[in-house]
Nanobody, 127 residues
Framework: QVPLVESGGGLVQPGGSLTLSCTPSESTFVIYSSNIIGWFRQAPGKEREFVAG????????YYGDSLQGRFTISRDAAANTVYLQMNNLLPEDTAVYYC?????????????????WGQGTQVTVSS
């Protein structure tokens, strides 16, 4: 069983919005104060891309360079859930979106350093 579960993906028209959620699949999965939870995406034929990340302890946020301020990451510590609010979606945002956990915030952009991944949720932006 995958340790994290993403939800909220779907089909949306250009300019629309979606909110993705990421939560542990089991109550035994602990998010520690030193951890960072990141969102990544991968479109067909393209490399995996860092989208956003949030540190659990001090709520510091990181964003990928290509997002142009359209996405917002947030977390609800009590609910053990991380959200990705996506606005003004573009066709090039179409991808499978994954969340993952890394033990610390160093090299937060490097997906190979994350050790726990979800199964992904498909986001399709099309008219």
């Amino acid at each position: 069983q995958v340790p994290l579960v993403e939800s909220g993906g779907g089909l949306v028209q250009p300019g629309g919005s979606l909110t993705l959620s990421c939560t542990p699949s089991e109550s035994t999965f602990v998010i520690y104060s030193s951890n960072i939870i990141g969102w990544f995406r991968q479109a067909p034929g393209k490399e995996r891309e860092f989208v956003a990340g949030v540190t659990w302890r001090n709520y510091k946020k990181y964003y990928g360079d290509s997002l142009q301020g359209r996405f917002t990451i947030s977390r609800d510590a009590a609910a053990n859930t991380v959200y990705l609010q996506m606005n003004n979606l573009l066709p090039e945002d179409t991808a499978v979106y994954y969340c993952a956990r890394k033990w610390d915030a160093d090299t937060w952009y490097d997906g190979s350093k994350y050790d726990s991944w979800g199964q992904g949720t498909q986001v399709t932006v099309s008219s």
